[in-house]
């Protein structure tokens, strides 16, 4: 089983997808996981790696989620885009409100640098807009148009757990629905 874990910041993909892969005994990987690693190689912070992000990283990033989905079954992979490197995956897109994202994101980083939520929440918008308008201009793709996916969740006012209780009841009717195409 090959699942697709999409979403917008702040809507629970990271946590959702590492307790589901736990559940599931399916190994997890995550774009925002190998993005980290290649920036403290590079001796980066992952927001300098990603502001200065450049064509020959973005392959390598793609190229490393495509060959895992080429040559690897049953994992959970946690990526804006890996409903287009791995088509045969049950594609799921984990969506949040605005508010609701800003407030669980803005949360994590408390303690990490100061700012003030309006600030945060100014450039978490304006980080979703560029992440969107990247993908139209590499790709031709729309991370946001929901076509792109096999089931649709919003996350606002759900627990993790009752994310991955959802996840777990869409699961077998998509796969059933693959099947038969």
Sequence with gaps: MKIALCGRPGSGKSPVAKRLAQELQLKHYS????????????????????KKRSKKFDEEVDSWMDNIGKTEDNFIFDSR????????????FLDVSYEESVRRVFKRRIGIES????????KTR????????????????????????????????????QVITEIKRVIPALRKEQISN
Aim: aromatic letters at 14%.
């Design 31 to 50: 774009t925002g996981d190998y993005m980290r690693k290649l920036a403290i190689e590079q001796d980066y912070t992952i927001e300098e790696f990603t």
């Design 81 to 92: 885009l890996a409903f287009h490197f791995i088509p045969d995956a049950v594609h799921i």
């Design 115 to 122: 700012e003030k939520v309006e600030d945060f929440a100014k």
């Design 126 to 161: 304006e980080r979703g807009e560029d992440e969107r308008a990247r993908y139209l201009s590499l790709y031709n793709i729309d991370t946001d148009n929901l076509k792109n996916y096999d089931a649709y969740i919003d996350t606002t006012g759900l627990s993790i757990d």
